[in-house]
């Protein structure tokens, strides 16, 4: 089992940054790749950002090409979501999620979510 603990959300103005954390308490964590999704009301989960169990391989979606970087640190059983030169449209519920294969995550193939952590970007 694992489970998925979101932070570092809050209230930004656009052009500034914000680093996500996700965190578990899961033994298997180094085995899972995992992703970042974002949600707005009435809409389904967007893929944002996704990275391999090893680090080695990660994908963005095109939105956030350039101004997001995911990153791990297996040690501490932690992903980030380095978040720069963020935008109004940016705006949303983001929620990591965890799950086998890095390239299936971008389609929701995963096992576990999170609850979730809210961005707002101010104009």
């Known amino acids: 089992q694992v489970q998925l603990v979101e932070s570092g959300g809050g209230l930004v103005q656009a052009g500034g940054s914000l680093r996500l954390s996700c965190a578990t308490s899961?033994?298997?964590?180094?085995?899972?790749?995992v992703g970042w999704f974002r949600q707005t009301p009435g809409k389904d989960h967007e893929f944002v950002a996704a990275?391999?169990?090893?680090?080695?391989?990660?994908d963005y979606a095109d939105s956030v090409k350039g101004r997001f970087t995911i990153s791990r640190d297996n040690a501490k059983n932690t992903v980030y979501l380095q978040m720069n030169s963020l935008k109004p449209e940016d705006t949303a519920i983001y929620s990591c999620?965890?799950?086998?294969?890095?390239?299936?995550?971008?389609?929701?193939?995963?096992?576990?979510w999170g609850q979730g952590t809210q961005v707002t970007v101010s104009s």
């Open positions: 990275i391999s169990w090893s680090g080695g391989s990660t």
């Open positions: 899961g033994r298997t964590f180094s085995r899972y790749a």
């Open positions: 999620a965890a799950g086998p294969r890095v390239n299936t995550i971008p389609t929701g193939r995963v096992d576990y």
